[in-house]
């Protein structure tokens, strides 16, 4: 049965193009065992990289989220991509390390946020393969060119809709981003900015690649933004769902305290994932259970294939960036 407050906030998304689910996750049931597995990872991490001399300390006595902080603080991206759930399309090495443990494959198929979910996608629902995993430390701690950087999984995230990084084929795909907070997201730590009702037109805007004239650059020109934009701090626990085609960035973080997110893509089964032959996978289907992923191990085995597959056939960058307009260069 559809309760009232799914109704509003099912009708919140379609008109003006994002919602928040208000403690839709339960914070010590559905989320610190995330947190939890991400500091026993990290603590691998940092022991193999002391070890390998490849970082100068081991940032003893200090909380998961603050050595967390203070890891990615300290060597930027470097090695960011052990924790990260996604693999850019910028290498064809069948060895990239990758965020696969199982905590976040329980999260990825949770079922409060699956029930969450039938409200926006109905009962089919399938899994992109399309993530982002944010972890940003106070900006004044990081180096110049992390805090340049445009890729915004570590500074500030510029101006974009998500939909620029699907491919054409799934314009019509019917993906929802959820982004979930591991930490209170606040306007100090650099919650998120939203532009209501900016995916009505129903078009990509213009997206810039990092150019010579603005090589720190990457998503929608500041001046092309509409005035309107709302701040979305939330607590842990709480989702916020937003259209592919809502426009949307983050503040700064100004505070002491770490930024620490995920942007989750969800669509309905069977509809084209738009992720260069990358599959989106069940993780609910009321018509057939049987089909559901239900194991870490299958979810594991699903991107140890792909990553080989694209080493053994190359990969291609498919995100759709605006490369001659004016705005742009």
């Given at each position: 049965m559809v309760t009232a407050e799914e109704t509003r906030s099912a009708t919140e998304l379609?008109?003006?193009?994002?919602?928040?689910?208000?403690?839709?996750?339960?914070?010590?049931?559905?989320?610190?065992?995330?947190?939890?597995?991400?500091?026993?990872?990290?603590d691998e991490l940092i022991t193999s990289l002391?070890?390998?001399?490849?970082?100068?300390?081991?940032?003893?006595?200090l909380s998961t989220l603050?050595?967390?902080?203070?890891?990615?603080?300290?060597?930027?991206?470097?090695?960011?991509?052990?924790?990260?759930?996604?693999?850019?399309?910028?290498?064809?090495d069948?060895?990239?390390?990758?965020?696969?443990?199982?905590?976040?494959?329980n999260l990825l198929r949770n079922p409060h946020l699956l029930d969450s979910l039938e409200q926006f996608l109905g009962p089919e629902i399938a899994v992109n393969s399309?993530?982002?995993?944010?972890?940003?430390?106070?900006e004044k701690s990081l180096s110049k060119s992390v805090q340049g950087s445009p890729n915004g999984a570590i500074s500030?995230?510029?101006?974009?809709?998500?939909?620029?990084?699907?491919?054409?084929?799934?314009?019509?795909?019917?993906?929802?981003?959820?982004?979930?907070?591991?930490?209170?997201?606040?306007?100090?730590?650099g919650c998120l900015l939203v532009v209501p009702y900016s995916h009505l037109p129903g078009e990509l805007a213009i997206h810039c690649k990092p150019s010579e004239r603005r090589p720190d650059f990457k998503g929608i020109p500041d001046e092309i933004v509409s005035d309107q934009r709302v701040a979305v701090p939330c607590e842990v626990g709480d989702v916020l769902i937003l259209d592919k085609l809502t426009q949307h960035s983050s503040l700064e973080n100004t505070s002491n305290r770490l930024r620490w997110s995920f942007d989750l893509r969800y669509q309905p089964i069977g509809q084209s994932p738009g992720q260069g032959?990358?599959?989106a996978w069940t993780a609910r289907s009321r018509s057939n259970p049987r089909s559901e992923m239900r194991?870490?191990?299958?979810?594991?085995?699903?991107?140890?294939?792909?990553?080989?597959?694209?080493?053994?056939?190359?990969?291609?960058?498919?995100?759709?960036?605006?490369?001659?307009?004016?705005?742009?260069v």
């Open positions: 379609r008109e003006q193009g994002y919602t928040v689910l208000r403690g839709a996750l339960n914070p010590a049931e559905d989320v610190q065992p995330l947190i939890d597995e991400y500091g026993l990872v990290l002391h070890a390998e001399g490849k970082i100068s300390h081991q940032f003893p006595g603050d050595r967390l902080a203070a890891f990615v603080a300290e060597t930027g991206d470097k090695f960011f991509q052990h924790l990260s759930i996604h693999v850019a399309f910028d290498s064809a069948a060895n990239r390390p990758m965020y696969l443990h199982p905590e976040m494959f399309l993530h982002i995993t944010r972890i940003k430390p106070p500030k995230t510029l101006w974009h809709q998500d939909l620029w990084a699907f491919q054409t084929d799934a314009d019509d795909t019917k993906a929802i981003t959820v982004w979930v907070p591991m930490v209170p997201a606040d306007e100090e730590n032959g990358r599959p194991s870490f191990e299958e979810w594991e085995t699903m991107w140890r294939g792909i990553l080989a597959h694209e080493a053994e056939v190359g990969v291609t960058d498919h995100t759709r960036f605006s490369l001659n307009n004016p705005l742009c």
